[in-house]
């Protein structure tokens, strides 16, 4: 069985721009996880200078 890890930059560059580059990451990272069997572990670990791990799989 696999797993998926999403990364995603938090960091205040990513909050700049139109669309803001945070917004268009999570929006990718949702579509990634939407096909995924119930069953498919999944991570989170967000990173600014450090990262953090929100979710384990």
């Known amino acids: 069985m ?9 960091s205040e ?7 803001q580059k945070l917004r268009q990451a999570v929006d990718i990272a949702i579509e990634a996880v939407r096909p995924l ?8 670990v967000i990173f600014d200078s450090e990262p ?4 384990e799989p």
């Open 2 to 10: 696999g797993k998926l890890v999403v990364c995603l930059d938090v």
């Open 13 to 19: 560059s990513m909050g700049y721009g139109s669309p």
């Open 37 to 44: 069997e119930a069953k498919t572990p999944i991570g989170l």
């Open 52 to 55: 953090e791990v929100l979710l």
